[in-house]
């Protein structure tokens, strides 16, 4: 039973979107019912936490790594790029007398 509950709560969006209070009120709900015993709930919760953790662990970087090839096919230039450029105009502007 026990099992059959966490494939249906890790189903669809996935355990990432169940929020803390989400999953507290769930198992709650659950002892209450006397569906599962207090020592199954507190073991669902936290593999829910864990597995809510990782998986948002793993959208963070899937997204990051969108966003970095997205920021190189725009072919837009960094901060640091940027900074040294800025550096560069002053440094010829004060070399030639011909400051903003």
Avoid at 17 to 30: A, G, P, Q, S, Y
Avoid at 57 to 72: D, P, R, T
């Amino acid at each position: 039973m026990l099992e059959e509950i966490k494939k249906g709560l890790l189903s669809g969006l996935g355990a990432v979107f169940l929020t803390k209070e989400k999953i507290e009120r769930i198992t709650r709900t659950m002892v209450d019912e006397a569906k599962i015993s207090k020592e199954d709930a507190h073991n669902l919760k936290e593999e829910l936490y864990k597995t809510g953790e990782r998986e948002w662990s793993e959208l963070e970087e899937m997204f990051s790594g969108i966003i970095k090839k997205i920021m190189q096919g725009l072919d837009l230039c960094s901060r640091k790029e940027m900074a040294e450029l800025q550096k560069r105009v002053e440094e010829l502007e004060k070399r030639n007398g011909a400051g903003v």
